[in-house]
């Protein structure tokens, strides 16, 4: 049973556009959500978390929305630099127990 | 340099064979996990520990077995048991489990079988 889904296995982007990678959940108890990204032959690098009583933080050009309604959590990368090029996990976890990942969407950014 | 050191980089496995893979953090992280990632697929959590001298299996733990003696040592063994040991392994560590902190990864170790 798959709690958390990254439905689009890979993204293309061009340079300098914005980069928009879903997730979907089905858990409502998760209450703590994370995005990873991962580059070939390295660990995932944490990059951005928020909690449930938020729906939007931001970190410099990346920025995480939920929508705890629809179960759904999104990244946006803005603008989008060859050096996003990577895969990127979404994870989330319930009550501050173990972490679930979703299984990663490979973004290309295109020069 | 506060991080988490995973060795070896690449690793060779004899059908039969016991490996054990090395994960050492010096940030005083309470907690610490073992993932295994396989080609198109997310993280799956084999075992984790909260604390010193205590651990729990996580949704894979068959064929796999761990060790918490030291709270900046997490070793994974890697059983003649898993049939399919092939895959990237990562370490990780957080400040403590019970609370909202983003888990921090080494770089992995890749078993390979011979």
């Known amino acids: 049973d798959q709690q958390v889904k990254q439905n689009s296995p890979s993204l293309s982007v061009q340079e300098g556009r914005i980069s928009i990678l879903n997730c979907d959940y089905t858990?409502?108890?998760?209450?703590?959500f994370l995005w990873y990204k991962k580059y070939p032959a390295e660990g995932p690098t944490f990059l951005i978390s928020i909690s449930s009583i938020k729906d939007k933080n931001e970190d410099g050009r990346f920025t995480v929305f939920l929508n705890k309604s629809a179960k759904h959590l999104s990244l946006h990368i803005v603008p989008s630099q060859p050096g996003d090029s990577a895969v990127y996990f979404c994870a989330a976890s319930a009550g501050a127990q173990k972490l679930v990942f979703g299984q990663g969407t490979r973004l290309t950014i295109n020069p | 340099d506060g991080g988490i050191t995973q060795s070896p980089k690449y690793l060779f496995r004899k059908e039969g064979q016991n490996v054990t893979l090395s994960c050492e953090q010096n940030?005083?992280?309470?907690?610490m996990y073992w993932y295994r990632q396989d080609p198109g697929q997310g993280l799956r959590l084999i075992y984790y520990s909260q604390i010193v001298n205590d651990f729990q299996k996580g949704d894979i733990a068959e064929g796999y077995s761990v060790s918490r003696e030291k709270k900046e040592s997490f070793p994974l063994t890697v059983t003649s048991a898993q049939k399919n040991p092939t895959a990237f392994y990562l370490c990780?560590?957080?400040?403590?489990?019970?609370?909202?902190?983003?888990?921090?990864f080494g770089d992995g170790t890749r078993l390979s079988i011979l």
């Open positions: 858990n409502s108890m998760f209450d703590y």
């Open positions: 940030l005083n992280h309470d907690a």
């Open positions: 990780a560590s957080s400040l403590r489990q019970d609370s909202n902190q983003p888990q921090h």
